[in-house]
């Protein structure tokens, strides 16, 4: 294994915040096998366990992303606290059934973070990405390229319009305008056509 | 909503309006509901679209990282796979070579163990021809055979031609025989039998008077005494060594003493005695569901059996018996050695139906 390297649970935090790509590896390499427990021990495969672990990241880096963001446990157990919730609702979505109740139960009682609400905002905003992904998917490539280059790379106008073969800037500034709202429409249309392709819905419990 | 909205839009979150700028345009959204409606709109719109590409990208790390992880546990495997095989190939060679030798030592053993053979064989014809030889000039010695018995069990001299054993083991009986080392096999006959408490007389009509030396022990012995036996389970006599575990036997029947002792079938009628070689008591049953547990006759019980009998009938020979003896002093491989003769092997055997 390229990277054994393991780090503190301050310096993964602190990693986390600065989008430290070295440290985010370290991380991944080191809670993987804890979070793939998980799975395989309740009717998980290898492919749900790599899902539940991404997602569980994902919960992760959106939280230590917040400023007011702070530690009150270890950071496998928090890692483990997420996890285990994600994984409960993964599986009850699937079956009707009733889980092992110490797969249920609280673990950490020091530990006061509010998982409930900590996941009610992954929910929602997750919610929003599949909706996002979804208005994108309706948009087209060159639209995608441009809202890409300017929101998330936040390119300037010249430099966009130079990398996709605009004219100028502000052929290139018109251009995202139209994609903008295109997109804007997509986003906010009626969330019925969007139940039918996703299961979003069931998460709200 | 315009351009130039967006654009401010994009300034304000990303804080690249004037101060000036800025306050007007929080007095903006705070006053006007539709500017603050499309901002949050275009808020959440933008937000969402971030939220969007950092996910599709840190995934893609992720699904990065978690190729190498697979694949290094696959290579992991594979090593393991290539260390177990090479493990097993040694030990399949050593296995080869090691057969190899011992083959071949056991071969040359086997010539040695066949040279062996041939010599015994040699001296067990001599033995024969010599055992032979001294049959011969043993005219008197009849040769017998006899049918294998129905059950065997033992019993012990009292007095005289009198031999005491269990009942049960003489039950159903068409004809009774017994024999020892010091007696060649001969009829025996029941004479008293009392079967609630599991006991029989036989009377050995070919028997000379014997004198038994038996001294009976007519209080109840004590718990953690140790006992012993000798007893024919086998063809031979068999010596064991055990301890009174209770004073009372199955299902606290106080006619019986729970006793600790290695028994197996044959044992039956056996006498008991304790460390001063005094009889005890007559071993009856074992308990099969419980591991040492067996149960033994007190000898208390025969002395009672004694006194309630009437004067006409066997409570002469009993009296004569049961005398008390003085206890036997002797060393316990003394006592066994002077008390084996009037130990005998029984054979029962049943009507064929």
């Given amino acids: ?151 998330f790379t936040k390119l300037s106008m010249e430099k966009i319009a130079e990398e996709l073969g605009y004219n100028n800037a502000d052929v290139a500034k018109n251009q995202k305008y139209k994609c903008l709202q295109r997109l804007k429409k997509q986003f906010f249309k009626d969330q019925q056509v969007l139940t039918l392709n996703t299961d979003y819905e069931s998460d709200n419990d | ?125 001599q033995i024969q021809n010599q055992h032979n030889s001294l049959i011969r000039s043993f005219q008197k010695i009849q040769k017998k055979t006899y049918a294998p018995a129905n059950f065997q069990s033992t019993g012990f001299a009292i007095y005289g031609k009198y031999l005491i054993t269990t009942w049960h083991s003489i039950q159903n009986a068409d004809s009774i025989f017994v024999e020892n080392d010091f007696q060649s096999r001969t009829e025996a006959k029941p004479v008293y039998v009392n079967k609630n408490i599991d006991l029989a007389l036989l009377y050995v009509p070919s028997f000379q008077n014997k004198k038994s030396n038996l001294h009976l022990y007519n209080k109840q012995s004590n718990i953690g005494n140790t006992i012993f036996t000798l007893g024919f389970p086998s063809a031979q006599l068999v010596y064991n060594e055990g301890y009174i575990s209770a004073i009372n036997g199955y299902n606290s029947d106080t006619a019986y003493y729970q006793i600790t002792l290695p028994l197996n079938p044959g044992n039956s009628g056996g006498p008991i005695f304790d460390n001063k070689g005094r009889l005890i008591g007559v071993i009856v049953s074992k308990n099969i569901t419980m591991e040492g547990v067996a149960f033994a006759l007190k000898s208390s019980m025969i002395c009672a059996l004694r006194d309630s009998l009437p004067a006409d009938s066997l409570k002469i020979i009993w009296d004569k018996s049961f005398k008390n003896r003085s206890p036997l002093n002797a060393e316990k491989q003394a006592f066994i050695e002077q008390y084996k003769p009037n130990i005998y092997n029984i054979y029962v055997y049943h009507k064929e139906k």
């Avoid at chain 1, 985010?24 to 993987?32: E, G, N, R, S, T």
């Avoid at chain 1, 950071?75 to 599986?91: D, G, N, P, Q, V």
């Avoid at chain 1, 889980?99 to 020091?110: G, I, P, R």
């Fill in chain 1, 1 to 151: 294994m390229a990277l054994q390297k393991t780090y503190s649970d301050i310096e993964y935090i602190f990693g986390i915040k600065s989008d430290n790509k070295e440290i985010l590896q370290a991380l991944y390499y080191q809670y993987f096998k804890m979070v793939r427990h998980i799975a395989i021990t309740n009717r998980g495969n290898e492919e749900s366990a790599k899902d539940l672990f991404h997602e569980t990241l994902m919960v992760l880096v959106h939280v230590v992303k917040k400023e007011e963001f702070q530690l009150t446990s270890s950071l496998s157990t928090f890692i483990y606290s997420i996890a285990k919730r994600l994984w409960l609702k993964e599986l009850k979505k699937n079956s009707k059934t009733s889980l092992h109740d110490s797969f249920d139960s609280t673990s950490d009682l020091s530990d006061t973070t509010n998982y409930d609400e900590l996941l009610a905002v992954h929910t929602e905003k997750e919610k929003n990405i599949k909706k996002m992904h979804i208005a994108l998917q309706q948009l087209g490539t060159s639209c995608f390229e441009l809202l890409k280059r300017f929101y």
């Fill in chain 2, 1 to 125: 909503m315009n351009p130039t909205m967006t654009d401010l839009f994009d300034n304000y979150l990303n804080n690249q309006l004037s101060d000036k700028e800025k306050s007007e345009f929080e007095l903006k959204i705070n006053t006007n509901q539709q500017f603050k409606e499309d901002f949050e709109n275009y808020k959440l719109l933008t937000l969402s679209l971030n939220e969007y590409f950092e996910k599709s990208e840190i995934t893609k790390d992720f699904e990065k990282w978690h190729t190498e992880i697979s694949e290094n546990e696959s290579k992991k495997v594979r090593v393991l796979w290539f260390r177990i095989t090479s493990v097993a190939a040694g030990v399949a060679i050593f296995i080869s070579l090691s057969s190899i030798w011992f083959y071949n030592t056991f071969k040359t053993e086997s010539k040695n163990q066949t040279k062996e053979i041939t010599l015994l064989k040699k001296e067990i014809k």
